[in-house]
Protein backbone atom coordinates (compact mmCIF):
# COMPACT_ATOMS: atom_id res chain seq x y z
CA UNK A 1 0.00 0.00 0.00
CA UNK A 2 1.36 3.49 -1.21
CA UNK A 3 2.56 5.22 1.01
CA UNK A 4 3.43 2.69 3.40
CA UNK A 5 3.72 3.54 7.34
CA UNK A 6 6.96 2.00 7.71
CA UNK A 7 9.69 1.15 5.66
CA UNK A 8 12.22 2.70 3.22
CA UNK A 9 10.34 5.15 1.71
CA UNK A 10 9.53 6.82 4.89
CA UNK A 11 13.31 6.52 6.27
CA UNK A 12 14.57 7.86 3.12
CA UNK A 13 12.29 11.12 3.28
CA UNK A 14 13.06 11.63 6.99
CA UNK A 15 16.83 11.16 5.92
CA UNK A 16 16.29 13.65 3.04
CA UNK A 17 14.58 16.04 5.27
CA UNK A 18 17.34 16.04 8.00
CA UNK A 19 20.36 16.36 5.18
CA UNK A 20 17.94 20.08 4.02
CA UNK A 21 17.94 21.23 7.48
CA UNK A 22 21.47 20.63 7.41
CA UNK A 23 22.22 22.37 4.54
CA UNK A 24 19.58 25.39 5.77
CA UNK A 25 21.70 25.77 8.95
CA UNK A 26 24.83 25.22 6.53
CA UNK A 27 23.57 27.99 4.58
CA UNK A 28 22.91 30.15 7.13
CA UNK A 29 26.15 29.88 9.49
CA UNK A 30 28.14 28.62 7.25
CA UNK A 31 28.15 30.21 3.41
CA UNK A 32 30.56 32.92 3.07
CA UNK A 33 29.03 35.91 1.33
CA UNK A 34 30.65 36.48 -2.24
CA UNK A 35 32.55 39.47 -2.95
CA UNK A 36 31.27 41.22 -6.02
CA UNK A 37 27.17 40.21 -5.85
CA UNK A 38 27.29 40.33 -2.23
CA UNK A 39 24.53 38.22 -0.48
CA UNK A 40 22.31 37.63 -3.11
CA UNK A 41 24.61 35.33 -4.25
CA UNK A 42 23.18 32.67 -2.01
CA UNK A 43 20.71 31.76 -4.17
CA UNK A 44 22.67 30.11 -5.93
CA UNK A 45 22.84 27.28 -3.59
CA UNK A 46 19.33 26.45 -4.18
CA UNK A 47 18.97 27.58 -7.80
CA UNK A 48 21.90 25.31 -9.24
CA UNK A 49 21.25 21.73 -7.63
CA UNK A 50 17.64 22.44 -8.95
CA UNK A 51 18.30 23.05 -11.86
CA UNK A 52 20.53 20.64 -12.52
CA UNK A 53 17.85 18.28 -11.52
CA UNK A 54 15.34 19.86 -14.08
CA UNK A 55 17.49 18.00 -16.48
CA UNK A 56 17.40 14.62 -14.49
CA UNK A 57 13.33 14.95 -14.11
CA UNK A 58 13.48 15.76 -18.41
CA UNK A 59 15.66 12.28 -18.57
CA UNK A 60 12.94 10.71 -16.99
CA UNK A 61 10.21 11.52 -18.95
CA UNK A 62 12.44 10.46 -21.98
CA UNK A 63 13.09 7.13 -20.44
CA UNK A 64 9.57 6.61 -19.65
CA UNK A 65 8.49 7.48 -23.17
CA UNK A 66 10.89 5.29 -24.42
CA UNK A 67 9.65 2.67 -22.47
CA UNK A 68 5.85 2.99 -23.26
CA UNK A 69 6.84 3.08 -26.88
CA UNK A 70 8.68 -0.02 -26.60
CA UNK A 71 6.32 -2.24 -24.33
CA UNK A 72 3.34 -0.33 -24.36
CA UNK A 73 2.76 -0.96 -20.53
CA UNK A 74 0.87 2.03 -18.52
CA UNK A 75 3.62 2.17 -15.83
CA UNK A 76 5.94 3.51 -17.99
CA UNK A 77 3.32 6.38 -19.31
CA UNK A 78 3.03 6.80 -15.00
CA UNK A 79 6.96 7.27 -14.97
CA UNK A 80 7.05 9.72 -18.15
CA UNK A 81 3.95 11.59 -16.53
CA UNK A 82 6.13 12.16 -12.74
CA UNK A 83 8.86 13.47 -14.68
CA UNK A 84 7.16 15.92 -16.77
CA UNK A 85 5.54 16.96 -13.41
CA UNK A 86 8.52 17.21 -11.80
CA UNK A 87 10.02 18.67 -14.10
CA UNK A 88 8.09 21.06 -14.50
CA UNK A 89 8.28 22.25 -10.56
CA UNK A 90 11.64 21.84 -10.36
CA UNK A 91 12.11 24.58 -13.89
CA UNK A 92 9.15 26.75 -11.89
CA UNK A 93 11.61 26.77 -8.89
CA UNK A 94 14.60 27.63 -11.55
CA UNK A 95 12.84 30.08 -13.15
CA UNK A 96 11.84 31.54 -9.76
CA UNK A 97 14.78 32.31 -7.99
CA UNK A 98 16.38 33.07 -10.97
CA UNK A 99 13.82 35.56 -11.66
CA UNK A 100 14.46 37.26 -7.51
CA UNK A 101 18.17 36.40 -8.15
CA UNK A 102 18.12 38.90 -11.50
CA UNK A 103 16.23 41.00 -9.70
CA UNK A 104 18.66 41.62 -7.06
CA UNK A 105 21.76 41.55 -9.37
CA UNK A 106 20.60 43.26 -12.53
CA UNK A 107 17.83 45.28 -11.39
CA UNK A 108 15.20 43.39 -14.04
CA UNK A 109 13.19 40.81 -13.49
CA UNK A 110 13.09 39.09 -16.77
CA UNK A 111 15.96 39.60 -19.35
CA UNK A 112 16.23 37.64 -22.70
CA UNK A 113 19.15 36.76 -21.88
CA UNK A 114 20.27 32.69 -23.37
CA UNK A 115 19.70 30.53 -20.23
CA UNK A 116 16.04 32.08 -18.99
CA UNK A 117 14.89 32.15 -22.24
CA UNK A 118 16.39 28.47 -22.44
CA UNK A 119 14.41 28.00 -19.18
CA UNK A 120 11.55 29.45 -20.12
CA UNK A 121 11.28 27.06 -23.14
CA UNK A 122 11.94 24.17 -21.45
CA UNK A 123 9.14 25.23 -18.71
CA UNK A 124 6.86 25.51 -21.81
CA UNK A 125 7.41 22.40 -23.57
CA UNK A 126 6.70 20.03 -20.59
CA UNK A 127 3.81 22.54 -19.36
CA UNK A 128 2.17 21.68 -22.99
CA UNK A 129 3.23 17.87 -22.14
CA UNK A 130 0.85 18.21 -18.85
CA UNK A 131 -1.96 20.07 -20.69
CA UNK A 132 -2.04 17.90 -23.83
CA UNK A 133 -2.63 14.63 -21.60
CA UNK A 134 -6.48 15.27 -20.50
CA UNK A 135 -7.94 15.91 -23.88
CA UNK A 136 -7.09 12.88 -25.71
CA UNK A 137 -9.79 10.75 -24.35
CA UNK A 138 -8.46 6.88 -25.15
CA UNK A 139 -6.17 5.86 -22.28
CA UNK A 140 -3.62 4.21 -24.91
CA UNK A 141 -3.65 6.68 -27.45
CA UNK A 142 -3.38 9.53 -24.75
CA UNK A 143 0.33 7.79 -23.37
CA UNK A 144 1.42 6.69 -27.57
CA UNK A 145 0.78 10.34 -28.03
CA UNK A 146 2.64 11.80 -24.69
CA UNK A 147 5.43 9.39 -25.40
CA UNK A 148 6.17 10.40 -29.00
CA UNK A 149 5.94 14.12 -27.42
CA UNK A 150 7.97 13.20 -24.55
CA UNK A 151 10.84 11.77 -26.60
CA UNK A 152 10.87 14.45 -29.02
CA UNK A 153 10.51 16.63 -26.89
CA UNK A 154 13.88 15.35 -24.96
CA UNK A 155 15.56 15.70 -27.98
CA UNK A 156 14.62 19.38 -28.20
CA UNK A 157 16.35 20.12 -24.96
CA UNK A 158 19.76 20.22 -26.84
CA UNK A 159 18.20 22.34 -29.83
CA UNK A 160 17.16 24.78 -27.37
CA UNK A 161 20.10 25.09 -25.89
CA UNK A 162 21.97 25.66 -28.97
CA UNK A 163 19.31 28.08 -30.16
CA UNK A 164 19.34 30.29 -27.44
CA UNK A 165 23.08 30.65 -27.80
CA UNK A 166 22.03 33.39 -30.46
CA UNK A 167 20.39 35.91 -28.05
CA UNK A 168 23.19 37.95 -26.33
CA UNK A 169 24.57 36.61 -22.71
CA UNK A 170 24.64 38.50 -19.45
CA UNK A 171 24.33 35.35 -16.73
CA UNK A 172 27.41 34.49 -14.97
CA UNK A 173 28.88 31.72 -16.95
CA UNK A 174 32.05 29.76 -15.60
CA UNK A 175 32.06 30.10 -11.32
CA UNK A 176 34.90 30.50 -9.39
CA UNK A 177 33.73 28.87 -6.00
CA UNK A 178 35.96 29.09 -2.75
CA UNK A 179 35.97 25.43 -0.92
CA UNK A 180 33.18 26.50 1.74
CA UNK A 181 31.54 27.24 -1.27
CA UNK A 182 31.47 24.27 -2.89
CA UNK A 183 30.77 22.28 0.34
CA UNK A 184 27.30 24.28 0.60
CA UNK A 185 26.69 23.84 -3.15
CA UNK A 186 27.38 20.08 -2.08
CA UNK A 187 25.21 20.21 1.23
CA UNK A 188 22.36 21.16 -0.83
CA UNK A 189 22.82 18.83 -3.89
CA UNK A 190 22.47 15.98 -1.88
CA UNK A 191 18.76 16.39 -0.14
CA UNK A 192 17.67 18.55 -3.48
CA UNK A 193 18.68 15.70 -5.43
CA UNK A 194 16.92 13.23 -3.12
CA UNK A 195 13.86 15.39 -2.99
CA UNK A 196 13.52 15.23 -6.63
CA UNK A 197 14.20 11.18 -6.43
CA UNK A 198 11.33 11.17 -4.11
CA UNK A 199 8.67 13.46 -5.76
CA UNK A 200 9.24 11.33 -8.72
CA UNK A 201 9.00 8.19 -6.88
CA UNK A 202 5.71 9.60 -5.08
CA UNK A 203 3.99 11.24 -8.61
CA UNK A 204 4.44 7.63 -9.87
CA UNK A 205 2.79 5.74 -7.75
CA UNK A 206 0.11 8.09 -7.28
CA UNK A 207 -0.36 8.07 -11.07
CA UNK A 208 -0.28 4.33 -11.01
CA UNK A 209 -2.89 4.37 -7.88
CA UNK A 210 -4.98 6.99 -10.14
CA UNK A 211 -4.97 5.33 -13.58
CA UNK A 212 -5.78 1.99 -11.39
CA UNK A 213 -8.85 3.50 -9.93
CA UNK A 214 -10.38 5.16 -13.52
CA UNK A 215 -9.77 1.58 -14.69
CA UNK A 216 -10.41 -0.87 -12.79
CA UNK A 217 -13.93 0.88 -10.33
CA UNK A 218 -17.01 1.62 -11.80
CA UNK A 219 -18.01 5.27 -10.82
CA UNK A 220 -20.15 5.12 -7.26
CA UNK A 221 -23.46 6.63 -7.96
CA UNK A 222 -24.82 7.36 -4.27
CA UNK A 223 -28.33 5.89 -3.78
CA UNK A 224 -29.03 7.21 -0.68
CA UNK A 225 -27.68 10.50 1.37
CA UNK A 226 -27.85 8.32 5.07
CA UNK A 227 -24.65 8.61 6.68
CA UNK A 228 -22.47 5.98 6.09
CA UNK A 229 -22.33 3.11 8.28
CA UNK A 230 -19.21 3.27 10.34
CA UNK A 231 -16.65 0.64 9.42
CA UNK A 232 -16.30 -2.59 11.82
CA UNK A 233 -12.96 -2.19 12.94
CA UNK A 234 -13.50 1.43 14.15
CA UNK B 1 15.17 44.41 -2.80
CA UNK B 2 17.91 44.08 -0.74
CA UNK B 3 20.29 40.85 -0.72
CA UNK B 4 19.52 39.29 2.13
CA UNK B 5 15.64 39.60 1.52
CA UNK B 6 15.96 38.49 -1.79
CA UNK B 7 17.83 35.46 -0.08
CA UNK B 8 14.99 34.79 1.96
CA UNK B 9 12.02 35.15 -0.42
CA UNK B 10 13.93 33.13 -2.94
CA UNK B 11 14.38 30.05 -0.31
CA UNK B 12 11.18 30.57 1.10
CA UNK B 13 9.43 30.48 -2.31
CA UNK B 14 11.83 27.47 -3.65
CA UNK B 15 11.13 25.16 -0.79
CA UNK B 16 7.70 25.94 0.09
CA UNK B 17 6.95 24.76 -3.88
CA UNK B 18 9.29 21.91 -3.41
CA UNK B 19 8.08 20.62 -0.07
CA UNK B 20 4.47 21.27 -1.00
CA UNK B 21 4.23 19.60 -3.59
CA UNK B 22 5.26 16.66 -1.80
CA UNK B 23 2.66 17.27 0.76
CA UNK B 24 0.20 17.70 -2.14
CA UNK B 25 0.99 14.45 -3.59
CA UNK B 26 1.34 12.51 -0.48
CA UNK B 27 -2.03 14.00 1.06
CA UNK B 28 -3.79 12.76 -2.91
CA UNK B 29 -2.69 9.30 -2.21
CA UNK B 30 -3.90 9.18 1.24
CA UNK B 31 -7.22 10.47 0.17
CA UNK B 32 -7.39 7.65 -3.11
CA UNK B 33 -6.42 5.09 -0.58
CA UNK B 34 -9.01 5.61 1.37
CA UNK B 35 -11.98 6.13 -1.07
CA UNK B 36 -10.81 2.98 -2.73
CA UNK B 37 -11.10 1.39 1.13
CA UNK B 38 -14.44 2.81 1.55
CA UNK B 39 -15.54 1.68 -1.77
CA UNK B 40 -14.70 -1.99 -0.61
CA UNK B 41 -16.41 -2.21 2.60
CA UNK C 1 6.87 1.23 -56.54
CA UNK C 2 9.76 2.94 -54.67
CA UNK C 3 9.40 5.62 -51.42
CA UNK C 4 10.20 8.61 -53.18
CA UNK C 5 7.62 7.64 -56.31
CA UNK C 6 4.84 6.79 -53.60
CA UNK C 7 5.38 10.37 -51.33
CA UNK C 8 5.55 12.09 -54.53
CA UNK C 9 1.83 10.65 -55.89
CA UNK C 10 0.48 11.26 -52.76
CA UNK C 11 1.61 14.86 -52.27
CA UNK C 12 0.29 15.38 -55.88
CA UNK C 13 -2.99 13.87 -54.53
CA UNK C 14 -3.72 16.18 -51.71
CA UNK C 15 -2.64 19.10 -53.73
CA UNK C 16 -4.92 17.59 -56.14
CA UNK C 17 -7.73 17.53 -53.85
CA UNK C 18 -7.02 21.47 -53.01
CA UNK C 19 -6.75 22.62 -56.30
CA UNK C 20 -10.65 20.96 -56.35
CA UNK C 21 -11.31 23.37 -53.85
CA UNK C 22 -9.20 25.67 -52.46
CA UNK C 23 -10.41 24.65 -49.15
CA UNK C 24 -7.48 24.73 -47.03
CA UNK C 25 -5.76 27.49 -48.99
CA UNK C 26 -8.92 29.89 -49.16
CA UNK C 27 -9.39 29.68 -45.04
CA UNK C 28 -5.58 29.77 -44.44
CA UNK C 29 -4.63 32.75 -46.74
CA UNK C 30 -7.11 35.09 -45.37
CA UNK C 31 -6.04 33.74 -41.81
CA UNK C 32 -2.19 35.11 -42.92
CA UNK C 33 -3.47 37.78 -44.67
CA UNK C 34 -6.05 38.76 -41.07
CA UNK C 35 -2.92 37.89 -38.59
CA UNK C 36 -0.70 40.17 -40.65
CA UNK C 37 -3.57 42.69 -40.98
CA UNK C 38 -4.20 43.35 -37.16
CA UNK C 39 -0.05 43.14 -36.21
CA UNK C 40 0.37 46.02 -38.78
CA UNK C 41 -2.82 47.92 -37.40
CA UNK C 42 -1.64 47.15 -33.74
CA UNK C 43 2.09 48.49 -34.45
CA UNK C 44 2.34 50.16 -37.77
CA UNK C 45 -0.58 52.51 -37.93
CA UNK C 46 1.09 55.70 -35.55
CA UNK C 47 4.67 55.73 -37.15
CA UNK C 48 7.23 54.08 -39.37
CA UNK C 49 6.41 50.87 -38.50
CA UNK C 50 7.91 47.82 -37.11
CA UNK C 51 11.09 47.73 -39.69
CA UNK C 52 12.88 44.63 -39.31
CA UNK C 53 10.91 43.52 -37.04
CA UNK C 54 8.32 42.82 -40.72
CA UNK C 55 10.08 40.03 -41.13
CA UNK C 56 9.43 38.47 -37.50
CA UNK C 57 6.00 39.26 -37.74
CA UNK C 58 5.51 37.54 -41.69
CA UNK C 59 7.32 34.58 -40.26
CA UNK C 60 4.47 34.37 -37.27
CA UNK C 61 2.09 34.53 -39.67
CA UNK C 62 3.23 31.76 -42.15
CA UNK C 63 3.48 29.82 -38.77
CA UNK C 64 -0.05 29.95 -37.72
CA UNK C 65 -1.39 29.65 -41.21
CA UNK C 66 0.76 26.28 -41.42
CA UNK C 67 -0.68 25.29 -38.12
CA UNK C 68 -3.91 25.32 -39.98
CA UNK C 69 -2.53 23.34 -43.09
CA UNK C 70 -1.47 20.53 -41.17
CA UNK C 71 -4.64 20.00 -39.46
CA UNK C 72 -6.54 20.18 -43.07
CA UNK C 73 -4.40 18.09 -44.92
CA UNK C 74 -4.96 15.11 -42.40
CA UNK C 75 -8.86 16.10 -41.20
CA UNK C 76 -9.12 14.89 -45.46
CA UNK C 77 -7.94 11.52 -44.51
CA UNK C 78 -10.10 11.26 -41.28
CA UNK C 79 -12.99 11.89 -43.93
CA UNK C 80 -14.33 7.89 -45.75
CA UNK C 81 -12.20 6.19 -43.43
CA UNK C 82 -9.26 7.30 -46.66
CA UNK C 83 -6.72 6.56 -43.50
CA UNK C 84 -7.00 2.74 -43.27
CA UNK C 85 -7.17 2.58 -47.00
CA UNK C 86 -4.21 4.82 -46.98
CA UNK C 87 -2.32 2.40 -44.62
CA UNK C 88 -3.37 -0.84 -46.05
CA UNK C 89 -1.86 0.24 -49.55
CA UNK C 90 1.69 -1.94 -50.15
CA UNK C 91 4.00 1.13 -49.49
CA UNK C 92 5.74 2.03 -46.61
CA UNK C 93 4.59 4.84 -43.69
CA UNK C 94 7.73 7.14 -44.02
CA UNK C 95 6.54 7.67 -48.03
CA UNK C 96 2.66 8.52 -46.18
CA UNK C 97 4.66 10.95 -44.03
CA UNK C 98 6.97 11.80 -46.69
CA UNK C 99 3.80 12.77 -49.03
CA UNK C 100 1.91 14.95 -46.24
CA UNK C 101 5.09 17.07 -45.21
CA UNK C 102 5.38 18.25 -49.49
CA UNK C 103 1.79 18.39 -49.78
CA UNK C 104 1.67 20.59 -46.75
CA UNK C 105 5.33 22.21 -47.30
CA UNK C 106 3.73 23.45 -50.96
CA UNK C 107 0.94 24.81 -49.31
CA UNK C 108 2.99 26.92 -46.86
CA UNK C 109 4.89 28.40 -49.82
CA UNK C 110 1.94 29.32 -51.26
CA UNK C 111 0.91 30.98 -48.25
CA UNK C 112 4.03 33.00 -48.09
CA UNK C 113 4.17 33.63 -51.89
CA UNK C 114 0.61 35.75 -51.36
CA UNK C 115 1.12 37.43 -47.86
CA UNK C 116 4.83 38.16 -48.33
CA UNK C 117 4.02 41.23 -50.52
CA UNK C 118 0.96 41.95 -48.49
CA UNK C 119 3.36 42.27 -45.29
CA UNK C 120 5.39 44.35 -47.43
CA UNK C 121 3.44 46.32 -48.53
CA UNK C 122 1.69 46.99 -45.63
CA UNK C 123 4.90 47.61 -43.24
CA UNK C 124 6.78 49.32 -46.02
CA UNK C 125 9.05 46.70 -45.26
CA UNK C 126 12.19 46.57 -48.13
CA UNK C 127 12.87 42.80 -49.01
CA UNK C 128 15.22 43.87 -51.54
CA UNK C 129 18.00 44.39 -49.73
CA UNK C 130 18.50 40.28 -49.03
CA UNK C 131 15.72 38.61 -51.40
CA UNK C 132 17.18 35.12 -51.61
CA UNK C 133 18.49 35.01 -47.83
CA UNK C 134 15.15 35.63 -46.54
CA UNK C 135 13.70 32.73 -48.75
CA UNK C 136 16.21 30.63 -47.61
CA UNK C 137 15.62 31.61 -43.85
CA UNK C 138 12.11 30.92 -44.46
CA UNK C 139 12.31 28.22 -46.27
CA UNK C 140 14.91 26.41 -43.83
CA UNK C 141 12.51 27.14 -40.79
CA UNK C 142 9.54 26.00 -42.76
CA UNK C 143 11.15 22.14 -43.56
CA UNK C 144 11.78 21.78 -40.10
CA UNK C 145 8.06 23.14 -38.49
CA UNK C 146 6.39 21.27 -41.11
CA UNK C 147 8.43 17.97 -39.83
CA UNK C 148 7.18 18.44 -36.56
CA UNK C 149 3.81 19.60 -37.35
CA UNK C 150 2.94 17.08 -40.10
CA UNK C 151 4.42 14.36 -36.87
CA UNK C 152 1.21 15.38 -34.58
CA UNK C 153 -1.39 16.52 -36.91
CA UNK C 154 -1.08 12.52 -37.57
CA UNK C 155 -1.89 12.20 -33.43
CA UNK C 156 -4.74 14.90 -33.50
CA UNK C 157 -5.96 13.41 -36.87
CA UNK C 158 -6.44 9.47 -35.15
CA UNK C 159 -7.26 10.90 -31.58
CA UNK C 160 -9.88 13.42 -32.31
CA UNK C 161 -7.69 16.20 -30.58
CA UNK C 162 -9.37 19.06 -30.16
CA UNK C 163 -8.59 22.40 -32.68
CA UNK C 164 -6.53 24.66 -32.23
CA UNK C 165 -4.10 21.84 -29.62
CA UNK C 166 -2.13 21.13 -32.48
CA UNK C 167 -0.61 24.70 -32.30
CA UNK C 168 -0.39 24.11 -28.59
CA UNK C 169 2.08 20.46 -29.51
CA UNK C 170 3.61 21.75 -32.32
CA UNK C 171 4.90 25.82 -31.28
CA UNK C 172 6.50 24.42 -27.78
CA UNK C 173 8.45 21.62 -29.89
CA UNK C 174 9.53 24.20 -32.86
CA UNK C 175 10.47 26.96 -30.59
CA UNK C 176 13.95 26.24 -31.49
CA UNK C 177 13.31 27.15 -35.81
CA UNK C 178 11.01 30.05 -34.72
CA UNK C 179 13.97 31.24 -32.10
CA UNK C 180 17.23 30.85 -34.57
CA UNK C 181 14.91 32.07 -37.89
CA UNK C 182 13.26 35.30 -36.51
CA UNK C 183 17.18 36.22 -34.50
CA UNK C 184 18.43 35.14 -38.35
CA UNK C 185 15.71 37.66 -40.16
CA UNK C 186 16.26 40.70 -37.65
CA UNK C 187 20.38 39.78 -38.19
CA UNK C 188 19.99 39.85 -42.20
CA UNK C 189 17.66 42.85 -41.96
CA UNK C 190 19.28 45.19 -39.17
CA UNK C 191 22.71 45.79 -39.75
CA UNK C 192 23.00 46.42 -35.95
CA UNK C 193 22.80 43.15 -35.36
CA UNK C 194 24.61 41.42 -38.44
CA UNK C 195 26.68 39.62 -36.14
CA UNK C 196 25.32 35.95 -35.58
CA UNK C 197 24.90 34.80 -39.59
CA UNK C 198 26.66 32.03 -41.11
CA UNK C 199 26.41 30.27 -37.51
CA UNK C 200 22.69 30.48 -37.67
CA UNK C 201 22.40 29.23 -40.88
CA UNK C 202 24.06 26.14 -40.60
CA UNK C 203 22.20 25.39 -37.01
CA UNK C 204 19.17 25.95 -38.39
CA UNK C 205 19.51 23.37 -41.19
CA UNK C 206 20.79 21.20 -38.45
CA UNK C 207 17.66 21.52 -36.78
CA UNK C 208 15.58 20.43 -39.57
CA UNK C 209 17.93 17.77 -40.16
CA UNK C 210 17.12 16.24 -36.51
CA UNK C 211 13.71 17.40 -36.47
CA UNK C 212 12.90 15.59 -39.93
CA UNK C 213 14.89 12.06 -38.97
CA UNK C 214 12.76 12.43 -35.54
CA UNK C 215 9.54 12.79 -37.11
CA UNK C 216 10.34 10.47 -39.73
CA UNK C 217 10.97 7.60 -37.34
CA UNK C 218 8.24 8.32 -34.93
CA UNK C 219 5.28 8.62 -37.55
CA UNK C 220 5.22 5.18 -37.64
CA UNK C 221 3.96 5.51 -34.36
CA UNK C 222 1.34 7.55 -34.38
CA UNK C 223 -0.70 7.00 -37.57
CA UNK C 224 -3.25 4.52 -36.79
CA UNK C 225 -6.50 4.53 -38.60
Not at chain 1, 58 to 80: I, M
Not at chain 3, 11 to 28: C, F, H, N, P
Not at chain 3, 96 to 124: D, E, Q, R, S, Y
Request: overall charge positive; hydrophobic content about 55%; proline content about 6%.
Amino acid sequence: MFPPRHGLIPMFWTITLLLLALAGGLLAVYAPTEATMGEVQKIFYLHLPVALNMFLACSVVFVGSVGYAWQRRPAWDDLAQAGAQVAVLLCSVTLITGMIWGRSAWGHWWTWSPRLTFSLMLWLLYVVYLMIRPSIESPQRRALVSAVYGMVAFVDVPLVYLSTKLLPDIHPSGVDLDPAMWVTLIAWSIPITMLTAGLIHARFALNGAVRGAATTEPPVIPTDHRPRMPEAHA
Amino acid sequence: MTGHAAVIVAYTLGLCLLLGYGAHTWLSARALRRRSRGRSV
Amino acid sequence: MNTLRASLLLAAKDLRIERRGYQTLGLVIVLGVLIVVVLAMALGTGGAGPGPGAAAILWVAYLFGGTLCFEKTMAVERQDDALAGLLLAPIERGAVFAGKLLANLTLMFCLAAVITPVGILLFHFDLSAAPVRYALITTLGMIGFAAIGTLFAAAAASSRLQGGLLAMLVFPLTLPVVLTSTQLMLATFDPARAQSGAAGLSILVAFDVIFLAASWLAFDLLIEP
